[in-house]
């Protein structure tokens, strides 16, 4: 039977080995979240971008069809530019998910060690 100190090592280690799985899920969530703000405000320049276009060209165009061409230029623009950043957004929730899957697969393999490391001390 184990002794009360090693009852208490075995108890710090889980306590230890669990504080820094949550130290880095917090560090992992905190890096997402800043990439995705990033293309967040990324996406939303396209659109204050496509907007001032818009502007600009209601302001200096004469005629109705050149009115017309600018503004399916500035949209087909501001739609490739659209499809890239979804893109780009798509990469992050992936690389993201290859990193929860990794910190998951990473905390199973400590929790397993400490639990034979446990056992073995019994």
Do not use: C, H, P
Not at 17 to 27: N, Q, Y
Not at 71 to 91: I, P, S, T, Y
Not at 97 to 107: I, T
Request: hydrophobic share 45%; proline share 0%.
């Amino acid at each position: 039977m184990k002794t009360s100190a090693v009852n208490l090592e075995v108890m710090k280690e889980f306590g230890v080995a669990g504080f820094e799985a949550a130290r880095s899920l917090g560090e992992l969530n905190l890096r997402t979240w800043e990439k995705l703000v990033e293309k967040q405000t990324e996406t939303f320049g396209l659109f204050v971008d496509a907007g001032i276009e818009m502007v600009k060209a209601t302001t200096e165009v004469k005629e109705v069809k050149e009115l017309v061409n600018a503004e399916m230029a500035v949209a087909k623009q501001f739609g490739e530019n659209l499809v890239v950043k979804g893109r780009e957004a798509l990469q992050v929730t992936n690389d993201a998910r290859d990193d929860y899957r990794s910190w998951a697969e990473q905390g199973v393999e400590i929790f397993t060690k400490q639990v034979n490391k446990s056992v073995k001390a019994a």
